[in-house]
């Protein structure tokens, strides 16, 4: 069954630094998003992303944050300049649909970002 | 987005159907229900989905009522693999996101 990968697992990073945090969505889909969920609190939905270029996002997702597809298969999150609150899981997810009741999201596993 | 209700928490000896409910009384005539579960340790997954018919798939069925201001998803035999954390997600027709809640824990004993 086709599915969602993220890499890494597991990132640990210092303070400040950039990271990039990867997805290969499934083959067909054509809608991404990313998701965060801090440890013990609710899944955030963070950006949606179609026909290269942004179609949703929340108020978490600011300036320190870019997606991008770099080529026909991968999905990227980057953080600029990482914070001590940005520790949290990272949820890739994808669609083939858009809005409504289609819109059906499957989830990648999730990479632990860990700020120290 | 509609506001929803559930249970923190429910508990169900495996074997055993399992009734979860969800309170959505906002909810607007397009909107649909979806619910979604998480694994510990895994990403949220996908379970069911209805507008407003009643809506039964391998994994789930999924009762609604008939004013739509709630819905039930039913497992017909929790199995200890079912043991997550599940979602109603009421799905706006315009909009891509999916709108988390706390949802309801559920715990299956052997």
């Known amino acids: 069954e086709p599915e969602v990968t993220q890499t890494p697992s597991h990132q640990v990073t210092q303070m400040g630094q950039e990271v990039i945090l990867r997805c290969v969505p499934i083959s067909n889909h054509l809608y991404f998003y990313w998701y965060r969920q801090i440890l013990g609190q609710k899944v955030e939905f963070l950006v949606s992303f179609y026909n290269n270029e942004i179609s949703e996002k929340s108020e978490i997702f600011d300036d320190q944050f870019s997606v991008e597809r770099p080529d026909g298969s991968n999905f990227t999150l980057k953080i600029r300049s990482t914070k001590l609150e940005d520790s949290a899981m990272y949820f890739c997810?994808?669609?083939?649909f858009g809005a409504g009741g289609a819109n059906i999201q499957y989830f990648g596993a999730g990479t632990r970002l860990s700020v120290l | 987005d509609a506001k929803t209700t559930q249970p923190n928490s429910m508990e169900s000896n495996e074997e055993e159907p399992v009734h979860l409910p969800c309170n959505h009384s906002t909810i607007s005539g397009t909107d649909y229900i979806h619910w979604y579960r998480q694994l510990p340790s895994q990403g949220p997954e996908y379970v069911i989905h209805g507008l407003t018919s009643n809506v039964n798939n391998r994994m789930a069925s999924l009762a609604i009522a008939e004013d739509r201001k709630s819905s039930t998803l039913i497992l017909h035999r929790a199995t200890l693999r079912d043991a997550a954390v599940y979602y109603c997600?009421?799905?706006?027709?315009?909009?891509?996101?999916?709108?988390f809640g706390g949802g309801t824990r559920l715990m299956v004993k052997p």
């Open positions: 997600i009421p799905r706006r027709n315009a909009g891509n996101m999916l709108t």
């Open positions: 997810a994808s669609s083939e």
